[in-house]
């Protein structure tokens, strides 16, 4: 193995390619996320903390999301970006959230997301949601409310992102893999490895990306990657993910980001 000057190793098969490898890894933020061992009605997290399921923030006097149906959405997800250490393009401050409907979650473009800036967190927030009926959240891909941490990390490209792309020689990804012995390919499997969740960085599929099959998503980029865990799966092995419009994101237009989801 050798090290980049990032620190990241780059194992002895792709040695001959670290100078170009290095210039296409990416700064990203690795998401632990850990389960809580309490009822779903029972969150003991702060309003503003960062979550998977729970007990959003959301100010008083503002409409609560419903779905196309009139029921209250849920919150699936709650990233408080004061708690994340500072990541280029991305805010600083502010609460991004996602919202689903127990009802149909998987029909994309059903979810919402939204965005608080820190001058909303200033606002009193609802601290009453027993209008929300935490029995109907069975058929939801995530089952147990999860604290989030986080901390700065290195991506270093994914077969299935449509934006890596790399040579090695004159072979692709799959047909360079394939001239590579079994340790040789654990390797490489390894140092392409994109699981996990995350804000930024490099995305996972279990199919294809959507952004290779719209010139306008081209670019977009990842805002979170939810991924399989004990008590996390999107249909069968699926992987989550929001996405966002560069321009967007620099703007804080989250109301314009999409939800995405595939599964074996």
Not at 164 to 179: L, N, P, Q, R, V
Request: a negative charge; one cysteine or more.
């Amino acid at each position: 193995m050798s090290s980049d000057k990032n620190g990241v190793l780059i194992p002895g098969v792709l040695k001959g390619f670290a100078a170009d490898l290095v210039k296409l890894q990416r700064e990203y933020i690795s998401v632990e996320a850990k389960p809580l061992d309490t009822e779903l009605f029972d969150d003991q997290l702060g309003p503003k903390q960062s979550k998977f399921l729970g007990n959003p923030f959301f100010p008083v006097g503002t409409e609560y999301p419903k779905d196309k149906d009139g029921k209250h959405m849920v919150l699936l997800a709650q990233v408080n970006f004061s708690e994340v250490p500072e990541l280029p393009g991305f805010p600083s401050s502010g609460l991004l959230q996602l919202y689903f409907s127990v009802g149909n979650w998987w029909d994309m473009g059903t979810e919402r997301i939204m965005y608080h800036t820190s001058e909303d967190l200033k606002k009193p927030s609802i601290s009453d949601f027993s209008f929300i009926n935490t029995s109907e959240y069975d058929e939801l891909p995530i089952n147990k409310i999860h604290s989030l941490s986080f901390k700065k990390s290195i991506d270093t490209g994914c077969s299935e992102d449509s934006q890596f792309s790399f040579m090695f020689g004159e072979h692709d990804y799959w047909d360079f893999e394939d001239t590579l012995s079994k340790n040789e390919k654990e390797e490489f499997s390894e140092y392409f490895s994109n699981e996990g969740h995350k804000i930024g960085g490099y995305a996972d599929f279990t199919q294809s990306d959507p952004r290779d099959y719209d010139k306008k998503q081209r670019n977009d980029v990842q805002l979170l990657q939810i991924d399989v865990d004990d008590f996390i799966m999107f249909g069968d092995s699926g992987v989550g993910h929001v996405f966002i419009n560069p321009d967007d994101l620099k703007s804080n237009k989250f109301e314009r980001a999409y939800f995405y989801w595939d599964c074996c």
